[in-house]
């Protein structure tokens, strides 16, 4: 039964693994052009992973009563 859940949530560490490497690239010593600026890039790598994290947070709060969490 666990993995039908883990498959449900599949893209959702897809989309966890490619906020990590936004974080990865903003930090390599690459000059960056003018309008990708690394800074931006591993600030939103930043914000997508809150958000996923945040997500995931509500999904198995619900799964749960408040004695089970």
């Known amino acids: 039964m666990s993995g039908n859940n883990e498959n449900n949530y599949g893209w959702i560490s897809t989309l966890r693994g490619f906020a990590a490497l936004l974080v ?3 930090h390599l010593p ?3 052009p003018h309008y990708l600026v690394g800074f931006a890039i591993g ?3 930043v914000a997508i992973f809150f958000l996923i994290m ?3 947070a ?3 709060r ?3 009563t408040r004695k089970q969490y």
Do not use: S
């Open 24 to 26: 990865f690239a903003a």
């Open 43 to 45: 600030r939103a790598g």
């Open 30 to 32: 690459i000059p960056w």
């Open 54 to 56: 945040g997500y995931l």
């Open 62 to 64: 619900q799964k749960r």
């Open 58 to 60: 509500v999904q198995a």
